[in-house]
């Protein structure tokens, strides 16, 4: 009884189609956020989230008509990112029916949108994605997928944002994303000890047993994966189950 | 045909509850609005709520909605949502303090961030947790007990009448999770955000007469 840590699938969708190969045995369309969502959402998803990886601005209002679509079918928590700029930019995912938006590089740029949006839309609904990477004995912020550094520590990053209002902290390791070696635990822990709002750990999982570790070992308040869900190796429910054996408290 | 009014505060995500309304309720008629005919033309009323207390109350006072809210609040069926269950009560320390409807004898309370809790109380209290019914109402029909819905929120709810508390849930401590009264119902957590069973919850709230 109580509180379940949240399994959240992510999934990379460029102009409007899902990609990084969504492969599940009886879908038809893998390619549609639509199809993939629900799926996801069949087997138990707490939450599902969007990365727009959009290169174009212009092809940006097709995340608005996926998030509409995908909201009018699947009942569980959305939350996109990806190219979000502007205080606009958040009100019209938000009224296509996204739960949460995600935040990175424009929070670096401009700190001020973080505050504004949360004192406009509220905490629970600005996710700030930090992905950090290690230097030394301490981790930096990095933008444009861990190729720009940009000399701030990721733990007092971690602080201002939730002292401007974040809700969430979605956290990445640059280190481990795409490894499979499993998350960064000492990252996960430095932050998740750092502040007093909820932490996802992002980047690295290739096991069950990582998301598991993510939780134990690195006081993640959630876990963000996408290929070990992606092509097929494990369900949702599988990593629920594996998670519920080793005592966390899962939504089963 | 039931016509249901979501009422447009202008915040939060009024359209997942619209929408959610609409998959249950095929046949219903479903607006999201702050118009005030609407409001008195509908036979069920949804008072969401997301954000700030304060802000909702101005956004209610913007529209010079309070007095009719208040008389929907005595006449029709009304679900009220996170933010727009919060508003039932006396008063939530939020915004520097606030006062509310004053309908359930009540206080809205910060979660509380103490250092000397291992492990740290995060907050908002995010995420899918047990809702423990107190009471065989009608909306909990088909709805397993301890049941997982969806919550995320800062301020929670301390009733001092406990035969208008409807479900309990923990977190860092015992909390008000659901309140009713003759024909108000009303959930801290996100039906239209918590799967089969949120849906199902509307589903009853939408064949719901008023009655508990």
């Known amino acids: ?252 | 045909m039931h016509r249901i009014v979501v009422v447009d505060l202008g915040t939060g995500n009024l359209h997942s509850v619209a929408k959610a309304f609409e998959k249950v309720a095929p046949s219903a008629h479903v607006e999201v609005t702050s118009d005030l005919l609407r409001l008195e033309k509908a036979d069920r009323v949804v008072l969401p709520g997301q954000g700030a207390i304060g802000s909702w109350f101005k956004a209610l006072d913007e529209r010079q909605l309070r007095n009719p809210v208040l008389s929907v609040l005595s006449s029709k069926p009304v679900l009220g949502i996170c933010v727009g269950m919060q508003a039932l009560f006396n008063r939530s320390e939020e915004d520097g303090g606030c006062e509310g409807f004053g309908l359930f004898d009540g206080e809205v309370r910060r979660f509380c961030r103490s250092v000397d809790r291992k492990p740290q109380l995060k907050v908002p209290h995010m995420g899918w947790n047990n809702v423990r019914q107190s009471s065989n109402h009608p909306i909990w029909r088909g709805i397993s007990q301890d049941a997982r819905f969806y919550f995320v929120h800062s301020y929670y709810a301390l009733a001092t009448q406990s035969s208008s508390v409807a479900a309990t849930s923990d977190y860092g401590g015992k909390f008000v999770s659901a309140i009713a009264r003759a024909n108000i119902f009303a959930v801290q957590f996100h039906p239209e955000k918590s799967h089969e069973q949120g849906l199902k919850l509307l589903e009853n709230f939408v064949c719901w007469d008023g009655d508990s």
Not at chain 1, 11 to 17: C, I
Not at chain 1, 236 to 252: P, Y
């Open chain 1, 1 to 252: 009884m109580g509180l379940a840590t949240r399994i959240i699938p992510c999934l990379d969708v460029d102009e409007g189609r899902v990609v990084k190969g969504v492969k599940f045995v009886d879908i038809r369309d893998a390619g549609d956020p639509v199809a993939v969502a629900k799926r996801y959402d069949q087997q138990m998803a707490d939450e599902i989230t969007f990365l727009d990886i959009t290169a174009s601005s212009s092809a940006r209002d097709t995340m608005i008509d996926v998030v509409r679509e995908v909201a009018a079918e699947v009942f569980i928590p959305l939350t996109v990112g990806g190219g979000i700029r502007e205080i606009d930019d958040i009100h019209r995912l938000l009224l296509a029916g996204a739960d949460k938006v995600s935040i990175n590089t424009a929070a670096i740029d401009r700190p001020d949108l973080v505050s504004e949006a949360s004192q406009y839309f509220g905490a629970q609904c600005i996710v700030v994605a930090i992905d950090a990477k290690r230097c030394g004995n301490h981790w930096e912020v990095f933008t444009h997928g861990g190729r720009k550094t940009t000399g701030i520590d990721a733990r007092e990053w971690s602080v201002e944002m939730a002292r401007r209002g974040a809700g969430e902290i979605l956290l990445t390791s640059m280190d481990r994303d795409g490894t499979k070696d499993g998350f960064d635990l000492e990252l996960t822990r430095t932050i998740s000890d750092a502040v007093s709002i909820p932490v996802i750990a992002s980047g690295g999982v290739g096991t069950l047993e990582h998301l598991a570790q993510g939780v134990l070992t690195g006081g993640a308040d959630a876990v963000l994966a996408a290929s070990i869900f992606h092509f097929g190796e494990y369900t949702i429910r599988e990593a629920k189950t594996h998670m519920s054996q080793r005592g966390i408290e899962v939504n089963l």
